[in-house]
């Protein structure tokens, strides 16, 4: 089957404003960038989604949240911001609001959240066996709050639509974003259907601080949370090692019955905000990692792309891990040298010494790590 991408121009209105690290200039050059190297054939399909609904909001959010957020960006659009339908002060993150007028951004957000569902009814249809979802990855948004550049929570909204919806009991989400998805980890802390699988920078150096391998979850989801916390510079090396020695037995020992994949660009060596050391192949390897997951569980996929804080690197690395997740036979370039210091993995073995932890907390629950 072809792969269907998911993407509307709207989505630029995701932007926080001049001098933010997350403006939404980041969607206007891929789709050109995804032309130029693959054209226009039958391996892909470009597709468009509608923006969800207050209805679907409710499966994620409570009614204050949508209502404030929804109120708080029409208000801010006139000038004011204060106008929002409870206390500004309820509006947790203060990196979340925009340093000028926010335009359309809460629609984009709602946009991203369509995506996710559509993306849904599509694998469940079986008119794809994969869908990519260009915009998203709001992995820091909570249900009563949103935080870390995230309004709605498009990742927990896909698993949370899955079981709803469909009666799915076994959604592996496997969040490989730089920065640890803490708002999704808490929707699915306590939900054995899920399984969280979290590659990310140490906590102790990263934002939002959390996603220690001490994190397993708690009461009937105790060790269907797997925090893999990598040191700083983590290269290509120790993301293989991750996947061959804890994602990859894990995830074939819980048999997903479909896999959604979240996180861009920013593990890559040159990104503004993050300190990994990932060069674009390692990216076509963690899409490749998880195509041969999902092949072996006979199990969908479904990519939700939108992080990375280098505009030089993001359309390299985001087409790097859609060709290996749906096996385009691509070869991208690096958009910089690779410094010196990064030609092998400076951190292998610190990264050993902490999948051998991981392993120690989460041999009890599952066979393949004891």
Not at 73 to 93: I, T
Not at 118 to 134: F, M, P
């Amino acid at each position: 089957m072809a792969t269907a991408i998911l993407y509307a121009e709207e989505l630029k209105e995701y932007d926080f404003g001049p001098g933010h690290p997350f403006r939404g200039d980041r969607y206007e050059a891929f789709p050109t960038f995804l032309r130029m190297n693959l054209g226009e054939d039958d391996n892909y399909r470009v597709l468009r989604a509608d923006p969800a609904t207050e209805e679907d909001l409710l499966l994620i959010c409570s009614k204050d949240y949508i209502d404030f957020t929804r109120d708080y960006f029409r208000a801010a659009n006139l000038g004011l911001a204060r106008a929002a339908s409870f206390e500004f002060a309820q509006f947790h993150s203060l990196d979340n609001l925009p340093r000028s007028r926010p335009g359309k951004l809460e629609e984009a957000a709602r946009l991203m959240i369509g995506q996710a569902k559509t993306a849904v009814d599509l694998v469940q249809a079986r008119q794809y066996d994969n869908v990519v979802c260009i915009g998203g990855n709001m992995h820091h948004a909570r249900p009563h709050y949103g935080e870390g550049f995230c309004l709605y929570n498009d990742n927990a909204f896909a698993a949370r639509y899955l079981m709803d919806m469909y009666g799915l009991e076994r959604i592996l989400i496997l969040d490989t974003d730089a920065h640890h998805g803490n708002g999704t980890c808490e929707y699915f802390y306590s939900d054995p259907r899920v399984l969280f699988i979290d590659l990310h920078q140490d906590p102790r150096t990263l934002y939002p601080g959390t996603g220690f391998a001490t994190e397993i979850g708690e009461g009937p989801g105790k060790g269907y949370t797997i925090n893999i916390p990598l040191p700083i510079y983590a290269g290509l090396d120790s993301y293989k090692l991750a996947f061959e020695e804890i994602v990859q037995p894990v995830a074939e020992e819980f048999k997903p019955q479909i896999i959604i994949r979240n996180g861009g660009a920013d593990p890559h060596f040159a990104d503004g905000l993050t300190n990994l050391g990932l060069p674009v192949r390692g990216f076509t390897m963690i899409g490749s990692k998880v195509r041969h997951i999902a092949q072996a569980c006979q199990s969908a996929e479904i990519e939700i792309i939108g992080s990375g804080y280098n505009k030089e690197v993001l359309p390299y690395a985001w087409l790097a891990l859609i060709s290996g997740a749906v096996g385009f036979p691509l070869q991208l370039k690096e958009p910089f040298p690779i410094p010196q210091r990064f030609q092998s993995d400076p951190a292998l073995e610190d990264t050993k010494r902490i999948l051998e932890a991981v392993k120690r907390y989460h041999s009890v629950y599952w066979k393949c790590l004891r």
